[in-house]
């Protein structure tokens, strides 16, 4: 195996929604839903979020959309494990490398 390489982007959530297949859902708050406007038909949304970060009636309404509505507490852990070795794998100090939110809050 070898190690991934992070490319950088100016896209922000809504242009990376649009133009993704497979859209990954797992904002820790009650109050974040993804707008199912950004979504295009054909796309698998995944949820691993303890909340409903997703209107799953309107996100049926696309047409070929699979909507996996809740995972595993072992799936979650997994990937909690690989976000920490990727900030750990690419996060260099002194690096103009940034971790953004799904709001698009810069977290320092």
């Not at 190690?3 to 982007?9: A, D, F, H, P, V």
């Not at 595993?72 to 100090?93: C, D, Q, S």
Request: net charge positive.
């Amino acid at each position: 195996l070898k190690r991934g390489k992070m490319i950088e982007t100016k896209k922000d959530v809504e242009t990376a929604c649009r133009g993704s297949q497979v859209i990954v859902t797992g904002v820790p708050t009650k109050s974040f839903k993804l707008n199912v406007d950004w979504v295009q038909p054909g796309t698998v949304v995944v949820n691993v979020s303890h909340f409903k970060n997703v209107d799953e009636k309107e996100l049926l309404k696309i047409p070929g959309v699979k909507y996996i509505p809740l995972i595993g507490k072992v799936t979650v852990a997994m990937l909690e494990r690989n976000l920490i070795r990727l900030v750990e794998n690419f996060h260099t100090p002194g690096k103009e490398t940034k971790v953004v939110e799904a709001g698009g809050r810069i977290i320092e």
